[in-house]
């Protein structure tokens, strides 16, 4: 059973996540003007929270831990996929996010980065049975659901009512209260550089992604911010998730996996050029990109690397590189982008695909066990939700998820995001430090509107 309420058409989702934004775990995932579908809940019937070996679930039963894998323990809370709906991306079920450290639950690495998040759990996903979509292709909106909690229908009338009536002005925005400071110095960072160099020189890796973290003390609603983020920079699979021990703000680029009725698709990035100071320097930067050898053969790994990944979870000869090395251009930067497809195989869905793809190879390095090892032994804390991923699992199986690249966390009197790149034998060190920050730019821009705001 589907229910379906249109809604007015809105270029802009901000307004319809106002209305919602005070209910539990209010989450946006947010084409940012770029992609076809704004998702939109909130008031989950159940969520699991995952912290090193046991997860929380609190649903109907009441609340229990489970030292199971996360992966189950969501498969037995959808149940068995149900068929999708043509045009609707997602009608309930499994939204939220999957933290890089996550993967500890199922890869040995090093314990010498210090664990800085234990109030941000590494696994946070509500299971929700209705949802906001706004398609952007056909200027249509609507509630939607298929009925599967017998409490949803009696909630979706006062949705509809909170959609229909003028949210009440926010109070409380964001406020910067200290300068941004980073886990690395510059001379760390070129000491821990020069440490990958090594471990690349005696063939222990081709490639490692080296990042740092940026904090500051932080107070107040980070949603003014997470407006004034996709403005500045809009990002195709962007979200805020407002949770009960995190505000997230997420500009990704980066589409980590998508399943639509068993078609799979990866959109790894690797290559980054900053936007030029004029038209022609930015042709000529995005056309440096485009033929840079270095960068190509980067790309090329990663895309070597997912093909592998993908084929543990898709049948057999179904992996194909669709696009190799297009260039798409966002407000800051340029990036290099491939396209890999597949087919899920007949006993696997998009959870297995997820696990045994995760975290992405496109923010690791190849292989991609050496390059986890490593990044844990050289970056200073461990890196909690930054390179793992958010998005959706439906009722009916499909999924989409972005590279949690470009992502904020507020929580525990304080923000901070990471960025990196990756390292191979011929990087430049003072040329990856730089793109590192070049990749940041929107953010310090963001967050510079906030600092010492009264």
Request: charged share 20%; aromatic share 8%; hydrophobic share 40%.
């Amino acid at each position: 059973m589907l229910y379906s309420t249109p809604l007015p058409y809105v270029a802009h989702a901000g307004g319809y996540y106002a209305a919602i934004a005070q209910l539990p775990w209010a989450t946006w995932l947010d084409s940012g003007g770029m992609g076809r579908y704004d998702i939109l809940v909130a008031q989950p019937v159940a969520t699991l929270t995952t912290r090193a070996e046991l997860t929380e679930i609190n649903d109907r039963a009441g609340r229990h831990l489970s030292a199971d894998d996360p992966f189950t323990l969501l498969r037995r809370q959808l149940g068995a996929p149900i068929p999708n709906i043509r045009d609707i991306p997602f009608c309930g079920g499994a939204l939220g996010y999957w933290g890089y450290d996550l993967a500890r639950r199922w890869t040995k690495l090093p314990v010498r980065s210090r664990q800085t998040e234990q109030t941000v759990p590494d696994m946070a996903v509500g299971i929700f049975d209705w949802a906001i979509v706004i398609d952007h292709h056909e200027q249509e909106a609507r509630l939607v659901s298929r009925l599967l909690a017998p409490e949803t229908a009696d909630i979706l009338p006062t949705i509809l009512a909170r959609l229909h009536t003028p949210p009440p002005p926010r109070q409380d925005d964001l406020r910067i209260t200290s300068p941004l400071h980073s886990n690395l110095s510059h001379d760390e960072y070129r000491l821990a550089f020069a440490k990958i160099q090594d471990y690349l020189n005696a063939g222990d890796c081709y490639q490692v992604n080296l990042a740092q973290r940026f904090t500051a003390d932080a107070t107040g609603d980070a949603l003014s911010a997470y407006l004034a983020l996709r403005t500045l920079t809009p990002s195709p699979y962007a979200a805020f998730l407002n949770l009960p021990y995190a505000q997230i703000l997420s500009a990704s680029p980066e589409r980590f996996l998508s399943v639509r009725s068993g078609k799979v698709e990866t959109k790894p990035i690797k290559g980054t050029r900053q936007r030029g100071t004029d038209a022609q320097h930015d042709a000529c930067l995005k056309q440096d990109l485009r033929n840079n050898s270095k960068d190509r053969a980067e790309n090329l790994m990663i895309v070597d690397l997912l093909r592998n990944d993908l084929s543990r979870s898709c049948a057999l000869g179904s992996v194909q590189v669709q696009k190799l090395f297009e260039v798409e251009s966002y407000a800051n930067v340029h990036h290099l982008v491939s396209t890999i497809s597949g087919e899920l195989a007949a006993d696997k869905d998009a959870l297995a695909l997820l696990r045994n793809c995760f975290p992405g190879g496109s923010i690791t390095g190849a292989p991609k066990q050496r390059a986890m090892e490593i990044i844990a032994q050289l970056e200073p804390q461990r890196r909690g939700l930054y390179c793992g991923a958010i998005g959706y699992i439906g009722w009916d199986g499909d999924m989409d998820s972005n590279i949690a690249i470009r992502t904020l966390i507020h929580a525990n009197g304080e923000i901070h995001f990471s960025v990196g790149g990756g390292i191979v034998a011929d990087s430049n060190v003072e040329q990856e430090y730089q793109e590192t920050l070049d990749k940041a730019a929107g953010i310090f821009k963001t967050l510079a509107l906030f600092q010492n705001k009264t």
